[in-house]
Structure formats: structure tokens, C-alpha cells
């Protein structure tokens, strides 16, 4: 079955540096979604991509899609204490309809 | 507009109880996912509607969870008997395609604790 792996599984940041997360999917995706889950909260939806090496912004998270669409990222430049969470890919694989939630990165910002 | 809802918000039963959860999704959303984190580990997929069809409960443990969503509106998940390893917080999620783009979104989950 399709694995979703994603490093690292931790990340302690001192506030003001920034932050990167790695997904990564062991089969080619049609198109990839981020979340970020507050301690004890719910996930809440950050973005999708969707094309071969597409790269997007918001303020100052940026997410990047592989060219070969296995794999993803996102950074967060100079990190704040409102960044704290865990950050989720959330990748489809093509013929299928459901969201596989990768393992996760949890993000702990030191003021 | 009125998000996703689910209820209990936190259940505590016994090995071999009986428990359902519900969730209420969007109003005019077709996708209903639900979704289980054990642990604060990874989120797993359980099963997905279209509407009051299952098109996808390859994630369903074994027999013992059972989920519905009559009418295809709100949804419930059953699990029967309980076991220990069946706590964690379960998620539900409801979106609506738009195009290429479906947002899910998701409730505030239901705490389960089996003891």
C-alpha cells in the first residue's frame, strides 16, 4: 500500500529561525494538500498543489511540489510561537478519491 | 456558516461496550471522511462517503466498527465491542468538490477512551 513518510517527526526552532518539512510518498500523486493541527485542536487546511514542480506562498510559508510528484515541502521563513503545531501532507494518489494524512511533523518554536 | 460538528466531544467506556459517534457535516457537502489519530501519532483514514454510498472503507480496522450515513447527511460510526486499542480522537471531514480543488473540513474530533 501507499506509504507517506514525513521528516522530521520533530523540529524544536528557536523563534525567528525558519522551519522545513519533508513529505515524501512512495507512489506518484495527482495532487497534494497541507494541514496544521494546533495542540489539541483539529487539522485545518493550508493549501493544495497540484502541478509537477509547482511552488506556492503564503506570507511566509512556502510549499513546493516535486517535479516527479512524490514528493513535497514546506518552509516557514523566520518562525513564530503562532507557528506551533503539527504540520500534515496530505497527498492522493491518482485513481483513488481519499486523502492519505502523512506521519507528521510537530513544530515546537522557543521564544 | 455552520462547520463541521461532532458529538460526544469526549466518551470514556468500558472494554466491550457499545459506542457511536456522529458527525454532522457541512450542509451541501457530498465527502464525509473519517479519520482516526491514535496516540498524537498519524492520522489514519477509516472510510469515505459520497453521499449515503461508501466509495472507500479500506481503512476500517475489522468488523467490529461500523459507520453509516442514511439520507446522506449526518454520519454516524459505531464501534462494537469496544477494545483498548481502539482509543484515540476520531475526525470527521466533510468537503465539496470545486473543480480540481476539495477542501476538507474537519470537526473538533471525538476523544475516545477505552478502559
Known amino acids: 500500500g501507499q506509504q507517506v513518510m514525513q521528516i522530521p517527526q520533530y523540529q524544536h526552532v528557536q523563534e525567528g529561525e525558519d522551519f522545513t518539512t519533508y513529505c515524501n510518498s512512495s507512489t506518484t500523486l495527482s495532487n497534494i494538500q497541507w494541514y496544521k493541527q494546533r495542540p489539541g485542536g483539529h487539522p485545518v487546511f493550508l493549501i493544495q498543489l497540484v502541478k509537477s514542480g509547482e511552488v506556492k506562498k503564503q506570507k511566509r510559508l512556502t510549499f513546493q511540489f516535486g517535479e516527479a510528484k512524490k514528493n513535497s515541502s514546506l518552509h516557514i521563513t523566520a518562525t513564530q510561537t503562532t507557528d506551533v503545531g503539527t504540520y500534515f501532507c496530505?497527498?492522493?494518489?491518482?485513481?483513488?478519491?481519499?486523502?492519505?494524512f502523512g506521519t507528521g511533523t510537530r513544530l515546537k518554536v522557543l521564544a | 456558516e455552520a462547520g463541521v460538528t461532532q458529538f460526544p466531544s469526549h466518551s470514556v467506556i468500558e472494554k466491550g461496550q457499545t459506542v457511536t459517534l456522529r458527525c454532522d457535516p457541512i450542509s451541501g457537502h457530498d465527502n464525509l471522511y473519517w479519520y482516526r489519530r491514535v496516540m498524537g501519532k498519524e492520522i489514519k483514514f477509516l472510510l469515505h462517503?459520497?453521499?449515503?454510498?461508501?466509495?472507500?472503507e479500506s481503512g476500517m480496522p475489522n468488523n467490529r466498527f461500523l459507520a453509516e450515513r442514511t439520507g446522506g447527511t449526518y454520519s454516524t460510526l459505531k464501534v462494537q465491542p469496544a477494545e483498548l486499542e481502539d482509543s484515540g480522537v476520531y475526525f470527521c471531514a466533510s468537503s465539496l468538490r470545486q473543480g480540481i480543488v476539495e477542501k476538507l473540513f474537519f470537526g473538533s474530533g471525538t476523544q475516545l477512551s477505552v478502559l
Open positions: 496530505a497527498p492522493k494518489t491518482s485513481g483513488t478519491y481519499k486523502y492519505i
Open positions: 462517503f459520497v453521499k449515503e454510498s461508501k466509495q472507500d
